[in-house]
T-cell receptor, first 112, second 113 residues
Framework: SQQGEEDPQALSIQEGENATMNCSYK?????LQWYRQNSGRGLVHLIL?????REKHSGRLRVTLDTSKKSSSLLITASRAADTASYFC????????????FGKGTLLTVNP | SQTIHQWPATLVQPVGSPLSLECTVE??????LYWYRQAAGRGLQLLFY??????ISSEVPQNLSASRPQDRQFILSSKKLLLSDSGFYLC????????????FGPGTRLTVT
């Protein structure tokens, strides 16, 4: 089954800088989701963007979706040390809405 | 509001011993339930999912099984653990039907020795 692939695998920035992570996939989808995972913890849902949406915001997070290029990006503005975590994109799999396939994630390190 | 619980938080078990991990969800009814495993530094592997009581779908043939004895209870089991069963196990739920996000429990760190 297909999965989203995040890029880069790891990203290290300074506090206050912006962080951009990308996700690419191969087949048509009706939604794409981004999650965050702090070390040793469960995943936390960040944003769900539907295929008819091009951009979505939540606080300092901005997600874009380009269905023609089969890609999505997650932008974190004015990053903080607390943003240090792994970020995963997830897409529906098996032709259903109730199963998700997760990528391997981008490890973001924000240095104070 | 909805809450998801998982226990235990950590577990160290010898090879060949049985396993039982439990997950319960509060504040919702008829959720879709999921068990994932995450190897160190890797993504999530879907192990089992359930769309209703007694309905279990297995994604990966392996040494594990799952059961859903009650609407909001999901159990992951093994009769005999293997070294390769070590990992971080995550339970998740979502609302039934439509396009919804998943909500994850805190996870169980299993080490098989």
């Amino acid at each position: 089954s297909q999965q989203g692939e995040e890029d880069p695998q790891a990203l290290s920035i300074q506090e206050g800088e912006n962080a951009t992570m990308n996700c690419s996939y191969k087949t048509s989808i009706n939604n794409l989701q981004w999650y965050r995972q702090n070390s040793g913890r469960g995943l936390v849902h960040l944003i769900l963007i539907r295929s008819n949406e091009r951009e979505k915001h939540s606080g300092r997070l901005r997600v874009t979706l380009d269905t023609s290029k089969k890609s999505s990006s997650l932008l974190i503005t004015a990053s903080r040390a607390a943003d240090t975590a792994s970020y995963f994109c997830a897409i529906p799999s098996g032709g259903s809405n109730y199963k998700l396939t997760f990528g391997k994630g981008t490890l973001l390190t924000v240095n104070p | 509001s909805q809450t998801i619980h998982q226990w235990p938080a950590t577990l160290v078990q010898p090879v060949g011993s049985p396993l039982s991990l439990e997950c319960t969800v509060e504040g919702t009814s008829n959720p879709n339930l999921y068990w994932y495993r995450q190897a160190a530094g890797r993504g999530l592997q879907l192990l089992f999912y359930s769309v209703g009581i007694g309905q279990i779908s297995s994604e990966v043939p392996q040494n594990l099984s799952a059961s859903r004895p009650q609407d909001r209870q999901f159990i992951l089991s093994s009769k005999k653990l293997l070294l390769s069963d070590s990992g971080f196990y995550l339970c998740a739920w979502r609302r039934t039907g439509g396009i919804y996000e998943q909500y994850f429990g805190p996870g169980t760190r299993l080490t098989v020795t």
